[in-house]
Every structure is written in C-alpha cells, then in structure tokens.
C-alpha cells in the first residue's frame, strides 16, 4: 500500500513538473510583427520581395524552435507612413489575418519599424526633401512611435535610414540623429545600418535603393545582437 500512494505521488509531481515546462515553453515563444516598406519586405533591384531582415529574424528564432508566429502584412514596396498611421487609426484587418492591426501589435514581442527610406527618396528625386518636409516627417513619425508604444509591450526596433542614390549623406545624418532621439525618448531599440551603404558587397545593383540578401543578414544580426 505504501508503495503505491508513493507511485501515485511520483506521478503527480511528474505531471505537475511536465506543466510547468510546457506552460514555461508556451509563454517563452516570439511573436514578431515587421512594419515597413519595401526595406522591410526585402524589395530588390529587380522590382520583387526578396529575402529580408525580418525573414532572417523569423529563421533564426524557429531554428532555436521558440518562434510563436511571425506577420510581416504590413511590410511591403511603397507602404508610406501615412499609410501605416491610417491603418492603426482604423484598426485594419487584413483577408490573411485574424487578428486587426492594433491587436497584432499588442501580442508582438519584437515588432520592426522601418518607414520613410523609400518616400523620402522619392522627395528627393522630385527636389520636394526641404528642411519642412524633413521636420514634417519626423513629427509624424514621432507621433507614430508614441502610439506603438501605447499599444504594443514588447521590443521595439528602429531601422535607421541610409544613403543611397537619391538620399543624401547630410540628409541621412539628420533623419538619424531625429530617429536616435527618438528611439531615446520613447525607450525603444534604434539599428543604425548606414553605414552597410558604403559597402557594394552589399547590392546587387549600387544604383538601387535596396540591399541584397547579405546586409539584411548582417541587419538580423544587429537586431538580435541589441535584444
């Protein structure tokens, strides 16, 4: 008799022990949401999605098998600020998702941010990158990020801007300098990649605006190497 209230015991405690490693593993894993533009969504120079950082990102943490789910719906070629900040103000749901934007948000643990690379460029191109639209943006953009944080509780990442073609080297210092404040203001992660621009290892094509596979590896590693 003793020994089976002791085999009954080893079974309780072996079942509470596999809960508490199941519930553990449970909440431990990632979700990621990527925000952005055709930066975000890996946009090549041959006019397609490529690879991006946030692919890497998703990758990496299912080969540490901890990855919960990964959404990259708002990442793609020509998605401006604008847009995004219209989408929260809606509370948008897309046809792939279950979920509305604000609750994706709010349930990412890592959630990227990386907008204005592609719509200032194209200021540039058409000589409208004045010193007020500069201002004009940033204030945007910082209204943007007070509004993540409002709603999302996990980490979030800021990818820098970087010169290319189109977007000057001052230009990019100053947006830098705003992002970097504002990464500092609102306690939130800020990745500087400009400096991957001065590297043709890291194009296919230097005349484009986008990098090739290997920087949004080297981008994966600075965002894991700052969480």
């Known amino acids: 008799m003793r020994r089976k209230y002791q085999l009954i015991l080893i079974i309780g405690i072996s079942i509470i022990i596999a809960y508490f490693i199941y519930f553990f593993n449970r909440e431990s894993k990632i979700n990621i949401v990527a925000l952005g533009d055709g930066i975000a969504s890996g946009e090549t120079s041959y006019q397609i999605d490529g690879i991006s950082y946030n692919d890497y990102l998703r990758e990496y943490f299912e080969s540490k098998k901890i990855l919960k789910s990964y959404n990259n719906s708002y990442a793609y070629k020509n998605y401006k600020l604008e847009n995004i900040i219209n989408d929260l103000n809606v509370n948008k749901k897309t046809k792939e998702d279950k979920l509305n ?19 200032l460029a194209k200021m540039a191109i058409t000589n409208d990158l004045s010193k007020e639209a500069i201002n004009n943006f940033i204030n945007q953009y910082d209204n943007f990020i007070c509004s993540l944080k409002d709603i999302c509780e996990g980490k979030i990442i800021i990818i820098s801007f970087y010169e290319n073609k189109y977007l000057s080297k001052s230009n990019v210092i100053i947006l830098n300098s705003y992002l970097a404040n ?3 203001k609102y306690d939130v992660i800020f990745i500087n990649i400009s400096d991957l ?15 090739n596979y290997r920087a949004h590896e080297v981008i994966k590693d600075m965002i894991i190497n700052s969480i």
Do not use: M, P, R
């Open 197 to 211: 621009a001065k590297n043709e290892e890291y194009y296919l094509d230097k005349n484009s605006l986008y990098f």
């Open 101 to 119: 934007i604000k609750q994706l948000i709010h349930k990412a643990d890592i959630l990227t941010v990386a907008f204005g690379e592609e719509e």
């Open 182 to 184: 504002i990464a500092i």
